[in-house]
């Protein structure tokens, strides 16, 4: 059998790894080996109950106040001693994180093959998103196997220069786990989820975490929507407020006290994307949202001047909007009271996926393996 090895370490890698990891249990072709650095800890291992993965390696490297350099060192260490031990054919990684960049180098110290999942999304700006933009140019630089979520994608690895037949086109995992999460019979266990009116409420559901809107910007974002909150009366704010204490300080300064915002803990993938699913608009500056909310009919607005998935910006169910107080109160304000503009939004056709991409990664890796003569069939979006 082939050994994969799938390596990630935060939540967002784990729900969009987990289709692949159930992919490959059911061919007997592959070995599949999960290995995680849990460079986020709590958040990660929710998911990995949620689908029922049992890591055969967890370097389990979090630790309070850790830094870049912290998680970098860790992971690199841990990783030498778990390929080593495991010596796969194939390391998959997926994504921008730190764990994604550190996955891929390992490997390649070890000289083993390397597999990007949902790979060739850029801004072209190193320091935005940071270090996300970085991880993903880096790792893109080492892999052997590209697997693309969109054309456009493919598009930037080919102008990088990597050969057209180590690129497949799958469509995003993150769609294959939403299809197996949201649930139209599904019932909140947090008493407050549980109560909300959902068919006569408008219901605002925002996430921030990025490093560099903390601050000012995040600030800007709140009195907009201290201003929303108090001009629209049938209007229920949620707002899974991220741990970073310098988040929540900000938040609680200007949001904390309002009657129609509820200032909650973060929440598991599960009520999070079923909540998504249950949301009149999305605000965030998160990643995977952006690509999970249009598969949903959602608009979103982002809290950010550039993305790396220009994709839904361009189908139309996504805005780039800033941190502006004026602009995120605009775009706000004008998805509440106008319905054409709101139903233009929630209508566009979702580019990022048809919930087969895990099935597509596979055959991906059964062909390069010359396990199967069957052809490539890639996404079309």
Do not use: C, W
Request: charged share 25%; no cysteine; proline share 4%.
């Amino acid at each position: 059998m082939i050994k994969v090895m799938t390596v990630f370490g935060t939540r967002p890698e784990a729900i969009k790894m987990a289709p692949v990891i159930l992919e490959l249990d059911r061919h007997s072709e592959f070995e599949s080996i999960v290995a995680v650095t849990a460079q986020h800890r709590e958040m990660l291992d929710q998911v990995l109950r949620l689908f029922d993965i049992r890591p055969d390696f967890d370097l389990d490297i979090m630790s309070a106040d850790q830094t870049l350099f912290d998680i970098t060192t860790k992971a690199l260490t841990g990783l030498d001693r778990v390929l080593t031990a495991a010596q796969p054919d194939i390391v998959l990684v997926h994504g921008d994180t730190t764990t994604t960049f550190v996955g891929a180098l390992a490997a390649f110290y070890h000289q083993i093959a390397v597999g990007h999942v949902e790979a060739g999304l850029r801004t072209l700006n190193k320091y935005s998103p940071f270090p996300e933009e970085m991880n993903r140019r880096l790792t893109g630089a080492l892999a052997d196997l590209n697997f693309a979520p969109t054309a456009t994608a493919r598009e930037n690895l080919l102008r990088e220069g990597v050969a057209r037949e180590k690129i497949f086109v799958t469509g995003n995992t993150v769609i294959d786990a939403l299809h197996r999460t949201v649930r139209s019979d599904f019932v909140f266990e947090d008493a407050l989820l549980k109560a909300i009116d959902y068919r006569r409420k408008k219901i605002i559901l925002v996430t921030t975490h990025r490093r560099e809107n903390l601050g000012e910007p995040m600030r800007n974002v709140y009195e907009a929507l201290k201003q929303i909150a108090e001009e629209f009366s049938d209007v229920e704010i949620i707002f899974p407020v991220h741990k970073n204490p310098k988040v929540r300080e900000i938040v609680d300064a200007v949001l904390g006290g309002l009657a129609q915002v509820h200032l909650i803990d973060p929440l598991d993938y599960e009520p999070f994307a079923n909540l998504m699913s249950r949301a009149e608009i999305i605000l965030t500056d998160s990643g995977g949202v952006q690509e999970e909310a249009p598969a949903l009919g959602k608009p979103v607005l982002v809290l950010r001047d550039t993305t790396e998935r220009p994709e839904a910006v361009g189908a139309g169910t996504v805005k780039l909007i800033g941190t502006d107080r004026s602009r995120v109160y605009d775009e706000t304000r004008r998805l509440l009271i106008d319905r054409t503009e709101y139903d233009r939004m929630a209508s566009a056709v979702n580019p990022y996926g048809d919930g087969r991409a895990a099935q597509r990664i596979v055959r991906a890796l059964l062909r390069h393996y010359r396990l199967t003569d069957a052809p490539f069939e890639e996404f079309q979006s």
